[in-house]
Nanobody, 127 residues
Framework: QVQLVESGGGSVQAGGSLRLSCAASGYTDSNYCIAWFRQAPGKEREGVAASQHTSSSSTYYAGSVKGRFTISEDNAKNTLYLQMNSLKPEDTAMYYC???????????????????WGQGTQVTVSS
């Protein structure tokens, strides 16, 4: 059973930066796709970025965040990060980390491929 705990959310002005962390436990091997999702009020939960567990060379991004957000993992700490730069008000949402078996290239942005979720951390960007 994979357990995920997010931290690092907060309030920031537009143009600012935040780094989210997701501490993980319970991985049985390296064959996991780990991802960040977000959900704004009244909107569907959407995939933001994903990375293959223990292989930071395989990363995927939503078009809306590409070039501004960076997903990375500290394998020694079993912690996933999301560095968010040049934040915009439309980035305001609850951010969740998620984990699921298999390669990320298979539907990384689909909620249904992730059985394990954290509790979420709020990010608020003011204009």
């Amino acid at each position: 059973q994979v357990q995920l705990v997010e931290s690092g959310g907060g309030s920031v002005q537009a143009g600012g930066s935040l780094r989210l962390s997701c501490a993980a436990s319970g991985y049985t091997d390296s064959n996991y796709c780990i991802a960040w999702f977000r959900q704004a009020p009244g909107k569907e939960r959407e995939g933001v970025a994903a990375s293959q567990h223990t292989s930071s060379s395989s990363t995927y991004y939503a078009g809306s965040v590409k070039g501004r957000f960076t997903i990375s993992e500290d394998n020694a700490k079993n912690t996933l990060y999301l560095q968010m730069n040049s934040l915009k008000p439309e980035d305001t949402a609850m951010y969740y980390c998620a984990a699921g078996r298999g390669p990320c290239w298979v539907s990384w942005s689909s909620r249904s491929r992730y059985p394990y979720w954290g509790q979420g951390t709020q990010v608020t960007v003011s204009s």
